[in-house]
């Protein structure tokens, strides 16, 4: 699967006023209606806790300038993921500056999946920049840039 090109993006939450959040390539758009997106989070995952106990998340799709965010989220633990990274809370959640795109999202179900577990969100908002998006592949970030037709 290492070969299958990924969207990246910040899974976030906020528990009290701990906020919390992983990087992950699980993600996809579910439905037009209602809204909702997939999401698949580790079992063993600290934003997962949070989610679980909040029932929300937001979804941090990122910029292709951001592989330094997708790095540092990506790091096991929770301490220390959001210093340096500039954040704001929307919708109660932790919103990363200069994503790509942004959805506030309500947990709807949670599915286990083996190691993961998948979250079906229901997005109570969303906004996007027009801007080239963060993707992964075999073990190296890039971008996605379009055809040129003649």
Request: net charge negative; aromatic share 6%; with cysteine.
């Amino acid at each position: 699967m290492a070969s299958v090109a990924a969207p990246v993006a910040v899974v976030t939450s906020m528990n009290g006023v701990l906020p919390a959040g992983t990087t992950v390539s699980a993600f996809t758009s579910l439905s037009m209606n209602p809204p909702m997106v997939l999401v698949a989070l580790d079992r063993g995952s600290e934003t997962l806790a949070h989610i679980t106990s909040t029932d929300m998340f937001g979804l941090n799709v990122l910029a292709c300038a951001q592989q330094d965010t997708a790095l540092a989220f990506a790091k096991k633990g929770g301490t220390g993921k959001f210093e340096g990274i500039g954040w704001d809370l929307d919708h109660g959640l932790p919103r990363l500056h200069d994503a790509a795109g942004w959805v506030a999202c309500r947990s709807e179900r949670f599915v286990e999946g083996g190691d993961h577990v998948i979250m079906l969100g229901a997005a109570i908002a969303a906004e996007h920049r027009d801007c080239d998006p963060l993707t992964y592949r075999l073990r190296t970030f890039g971008t996605h840039s379009s055809f040129t037709t003649v």
